[in-house]
């Protein structure tokens, strides 16, 4: 009987080096079926997408023939709702609602343009705001100043504004509540995005930067880094963290705390990505515009006021106290000096619900009795907030 020839077995390092056999590479022709595959589905996308745009240019014209609003942002929302619960991926909901963000972007500006100021210059994190949520098709104003953006929209010369009210780290912005006080707008959404600060430069690195310029509030968020990493470096404030990057662009050894966004807009090296101190940290801007929104079940109210007999005991507990009986939650509640009152305060709160809700309705009631001046900023959707690895897509697709 023939002895079976002996098979020599490989070593566990050759198995290791082969690789699991079960596993088939694709030949370079399936490659090829797929992105042949690909390229026919991409140009049904394409038909669609016009198609979609003719259906969008005879929506602008019925309405312009019913003298209705362009812009809806309770059909935008709904478009995005049902698109993220319909979704089996792998496509994630994140990318998703990035590409329909300027699906509707751009098939608005097929009807018309929607005119948005905002805190300028470009890049600052206003913009990359404005970009999250109306889409890079508007046509987005730059303002040297907030009072700039109010009055645009006050006096109707855009359609709306975009502007920052408070900081996870920082707290309030003092001057947009002012502003509140001054002018009729209504706030009508709420974005709240990630602040990711890099240190930007014409520089290869640290040892280079001998100056570095800022806006405060940025300043403040990075300052136990920056004593850190730049101890004897010189610290400039500036308007803006965009106005940072402009003027680093510009100088030999300077840098600037600013968005990523900034250092492709001004062709700068990002010498240290996320240097804020706080990791999560969230800046929280307001859509103001002229007209109230509709409820949506996931609401918030801002409303300020001054007190009748605000050096009684107990004046501002026995103003709130109607919210409470009523069941309606504050969520904040900031002062300001009276402008024109000496000693006399301003307050500022935020509360959930809708001020056409039943329970909002009759705690408003009772609440307007024991108070003076007061004045609905508006009933608008909570916020989602919004991570800074999508601000950076956003800002790659801005040109």
Same mark, same amino acid.
């Given at each position: ?38 390229? =026919? ?14 259906? *969008? ?65 470009? *890049? %600052? ?158 800046? =929280? ?16 109210t801002s409303l300020m006021f001054s007190l009748k007999d605000a050096g009684n ?10 919210? *409470? ?5 504050? %969520? ?60 950076? =897509? ?6």
């Amino acid at each position: 009987m023939a002895k079976k020839p002996k098979t020599k077995k490989k070593s566990p390092e050759r198995k290791q080096r082969c690789g699991p056999v079960a596993k088939k590479v694709p030949a370079s022709s399936d490659i090829g079926l797929f992105r042949k595959e690909i390229d =026919r589905i991409d140009d049904v996308i394409l038909e669609l997408l016009n198609k979609r745009a003719k259906l *969008a240019i005879e929506i602008g014209k019925a309405k312009a023939s019913r003298n209705m609003e362009f812009f809806s942002p309770q059909r935008e929302r709904s478009i995005f709702e049902r698109l993220s619960a319909n979704n089996e991926g792998p496509f994630p909901n994140e990318a998703l609602r990035a590409v329909f963000r300027e699906i509707l972007s751009a098939s608005l500006s097929l009807e018309k343009p929607l005119k948005v100021s905002f805190l300028g210059p470009r *890049a %600052t994190f206003t913009h990359l705001a404005c970009l999250q949520y109306f889409g890079r098709s508007s046509q987005f104003i730059p303002e040297k100043n907030l009072r700039n953006v109010f009055e645009g929209v006050e006096r109707e010369r855009v359609d709306y504004g975009v502007i920052p009210i408070e900081n996870s780290t920082e707290g309030v912005i003092a001057h947009t509540l002012d502003l509140f006080m001054e002018c009729d707008v209504r706030i009508c959404e709420e974005i709240m995005i990630e602040i990711s600060l890099d240190l930007l430069s014409r520089s290869e690195g640290l040892d280079d930067i001998r100056r570095v310029y800022s806006h405060p509030h940025a300043i403040a968020q990075c300052r136990n880094w920056l004593e850190s990493h730049l101890e004897d470096v010189e610290i400039v404030d500036v308007p803006s963290t965009a106005k940072a990057a402009e003027i680093a662009s510009k100088e030999t050894h300077s840098g600037a705390v600013a968005s990523s966004y900034a250092a492709k807009l001004y062709d700068l090296n990002v010498l240290e990505r996320r240097i804020q101190d706080i990791p999560h940290n969230y800046t =929280r801007f307001l859509v103001i515009g002229k007209k109230d929104e509709a409820p949506t079940g996931r609401d918030k109210t801002s409303l300020m006021f001054s007190l009748k007999d605000a050096g009684n005991v107990g004046a501002l507990y026995n103003a709130l106290k109607p919210f *409470a009986e009523h069941d309606v939650n504050l %969520t904040k509640i900031e002062s300001r000096p009276h402008k024109g009152k000496a000693w006399d305060y301003i307050f500022f709160v935020d509360l959930e619900g809708h001020y056409t809700d039943e329970t909002l309705v009759a705690a408003l009631g009772e609440f307007q009795e024991v108070c003076s001046d007061l004045k609905l900023l508006g009933s608008y959707p909570r916020g989602r907030q919004v991570r800074s690895e999508e601000m950076v =897509r956003v800002g790659k697709n801005e040109s």
